[in-house]
């Protein structure tokens, strides 16, 4: 889809309860294993991949390759 960034969702357990009846109301974590997206200027390519997304507390996790060489796992 035009405008949009896909992301399977490859594993990962999330629990949903009333909001109000605890904080966050969103718990767990969902794993995209072999996601990823290329970013590239000026004669650097950075590469995010296997993202860890944790809505309880708004966060993405995941891999960083700088050129080809991980920077951050």
Request: hydrophobic share 35%; proline share 5%.
């Amino acid at each position: 889809v035009k405008g949009s960034l896909v992301f399977p969702i490859s594993g990962g357990n999330v629990s949903v309860f009333t909001p109000g009846e605890v904080s966050p109301y969103v718990i767990g974590q969902l794993q995209h294993v072999g996601s990823g997206l290329t970013r590239a200027a000026g004669g650097t390519t950075v590469r995010l991949s296997n993202f860890n997304v944790d809505p309880g507390v708004s966060r993405v996790y995941g891999d960083v390759a700088v050129n080809g060489q991980t920077a951050v796992t």
